[in-house]
């Protein structure tokens, strides 16, 4: 079961590149370890997963407003978040092969909880009891020094011209949520909202990941989606169920199998947190945290209330009561997205004669190419004109992809792998009937559509 499992991530990672999904970063130099770039149907998929959560979180939401925070931000923002002095995991090297690890990963894999938020002491108490048991994923030799956290923080040089810009060193951020909170006070001076409401911002973050591994899962750079909504003490407990409910059902709705979802309690909470939840998806390596979804309590504004001097308290216009709202935190990361999607996609079908194809069977709406627009035959004018002219008309309203490479059969077997859930095929008839071949990526059948109908007919069916 573990070894088909490993092969399904092989067989991703393997398509994603073959098919422009994904790319190793800077490849042609080796690459860059737990960087990735999108390609060309990587970044039409990466940008129809932000569209849907834009569309669930912030347009369905008439309380929801949008926020594009930049990266750097002063310094002293992530003093107040804690990041400075806590954002850490255990890192621990191998003696024999200096391979660097994540303890608390190590202790997860031989059946030990453990996790990040344990003292250096917990973990190394728990490393020195089941050290027999760690292995090196590099060398499979057991012989670690102790854990130290490492802090996670991606430091640089951005405004500091001293030659020494380690001693104070800006940050790129290690969370989107950030700036949502130093803009708590400008999102409700300058537009309409009253607590409860909530700011979304999709962005990247970076981190000093220790270990580089499971593919776009974790990365060094990487996109969130978050989503913070502020509301009043009381009421904090119940806001947070609505959202647990709400965000697991964002998953179903947007076509994920309901079988690789489930639901993580954290036990080990950090100190201001009073719930979190994780929602986790069935990966190629088992069920992984997807999202994360927070009752950070009022840490947050009081953090950065303390730490600027300006007081992010909030006045209720009726009650006129004066209190400092309490944050529930929605927070997923792009890539996990897109590779939960990928995982939940990816099929292998018995086509007949011994023959097997990949298909990508993504929810429609998700899919990089809606419709895929052929001419039966390249060298054939009349055809690729009619062709074209369906294709010119069908891109102004579904993403479209005209192909004239090789056989018909080819370009099935390609758009499969790409996920396109229909193809629209101009034969020799088509120049007598004015109809056309569509052909349906999960069923595989054909049917005869004339031209004039299909805008209806996708309509109908890419919803
Ligand atoms: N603001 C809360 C926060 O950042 P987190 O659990 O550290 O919480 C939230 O991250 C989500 O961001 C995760 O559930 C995951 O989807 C994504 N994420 C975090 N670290 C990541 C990494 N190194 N690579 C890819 N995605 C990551």
Redesign the pocket.
Known sequence: MAQEKNDVMEKIVSLCKRRGFVYPSSEIYGGFAAVYDFGPYGVELAKNIRDAWWQAMVRDHDNIVGLDSAIFMHPKVWEASGHVGGFSDPLAECRECHARARVDHLLEEAGVFADEKMTEEEINALLAENKDKIACPKCGKKNFTEAKNFNLLVKSNLGNFTGDWTKEPTYLRG?T?QGIYTNFKNVLDSSRVKVPFGIAQIGK?F?N?ITARQYI????E?E?M?MQYFVEPSTAAEAYEEWRAKRFQYYIDLGLKKENLRWHQHENLVFYAKAAW?IEYNFPFGFK????V?NRSDYDLTQHSKFSGVDLSYRDPQTNEKYMPWIV?T???V??TFLAVLTDAYTEEAVGEGDTRIVMKFPKKLAPVQIAVFPLMKNKQELVEKARGIFDELKKTFRCEFDDNGNVGKRYRRQDEIGTPYCVTVDFESLEDSAVTIRNRDTMQQERIVVSELQKYFAENLR
Do not use: M, Y
């Not at 899962?217 to 060094?220: K, S």
């Open positions: 969370e949520c973050a981190r990941e899962f974790r990365t060094r990487f969130q978050e994780d945290e997807l999202e994360g927070h935190e927070s997923v990361g890539g996990r």
